[in-house]
């Protein structure tokens, strides 16, 4: 399939600002794919909704991560564990 001339600088503009999703093919999050409003290139858009996800719709971490396709890491998780405990300690 052709991309359209939008399409490419829509592309190029994400890029350019440095919120272009490397790997939209793993946003499977039911409105990315069916609403055209809602674009898996955009990293920004993704990760808003991903929040939005997980703190409105109350859907857990691992439901939340494999619709908006980000994986998350041993080293990661650790780092907001050690983090919320540290916070409420103070």
């Not at 991560?65 to 990661?76: C, D, I, P, Q």
Request: overall charge positive; proline content about 3%.
């Amino acid at each position: 399939m052709k991309q359209s001339q939008t399409s490419k600088q829509k592309e190029q503009y994400l890029q350019n600002q440095g919120v272009l999703n490397p790997h939209p093919e793993r946003v499977q999050d039911k409105l990315f794919l069916e609403n055209e409003f809602f674009d898996p290139l955009d990293l920004l858009q993704v990760r808003y909704e991903m929040i939005r996800c997980h703190q409105i719709d109350k859907a857990t971490v691992t439901e939340t991560s494999k619709r908006f396709g980000v994986f998350l890491h041993r080293r990661t998780i650790e780092r907001g564990l050690a983090s919320a405990k540290k916070k409420s300690q103070t």
